[in-house]
């Protein structure tokens, strides 16, 4: 069984390694600087997404919060990344820095696509489709983390943040790529956390935020239901900023208030 929740708490203050996925805009470029912000001088944080210019944007925020830090970025598609490239991109951004030397080493897998929202269930028999969806949301997710930890089996204090959804839990019409995909990679860090009792493990799910995914939805989604529901969140100004639900990320970081492997919502 996952451990108890003493032991989650995340001290934040200290020299950390600290790597972020989907770090060019939205809730992950947000998470990137607002997490950054409270390292110590000798941190190092690496940002990886596809949008190089998005990546540069995010580091220069950093730099202006806490210019002691180390920024590294690459842009990388994770939708075929492999393991030898994500074990380079890693070890070139440590260069001779020996891991030893961070208090803590933290993964946050924010990387996510909605996936085709256009068809429904029953239409999804595009193997092709299936596979990329996968790959990146799923597949190399697990081989990123796999190299992640390894690399930093020595460092005293470990943190796994997969970027999750209530849509892992509760079906929604038109989004049966991002369910299933949400669903499959929760379950991972679930199995993660049990068997490897001296990580920190959570799944964290923002809520319903205004980025550019919420608004693809709102615009391709087949299910007029689903649509309305993210028309009804903007005009009634309801949906979250990337800086509440990032706020929200950090107290619960910070309070510890949860079992290792655990699925904490922005609204629990």
Known sequence: MASSTSGTKIDLDQVAYFLITGASRGIGQRMAIETARRFRAGSIVVLLARSA????????????????????????????????LLEDIIGKSLGKKPVESFGLAAIVHNVGTIGNVERKAIDMADRQEWEEYFATNVITVGVLNSCFLRRFGECPRKLVVNITSKACLVPFKSMGFYCSGKAAREMYFKVLADEEPDLVVLNYSPGPVDTDMTVDIQGRSNAEEIRAYFKGLRDSTTMLTTHQTTAKFLSVL???????????DYYD
Request: proline share 2%; net charge negative; aromatic share 2%.
């Open 254 to 264: 910070e309070a510890g208030q949860f079992k290792s492997g655990d699925h904490v």
């Open 53 to 84: 210019s998005g990546l540069e944007s995010t580091r220069a925020e950093i730099l202006e919060v806490n210019p002691h830090i180390t920024v590294v970025t690459s842009s990388v598609d994770l939708s075929n990344a492999s393991r030898e």
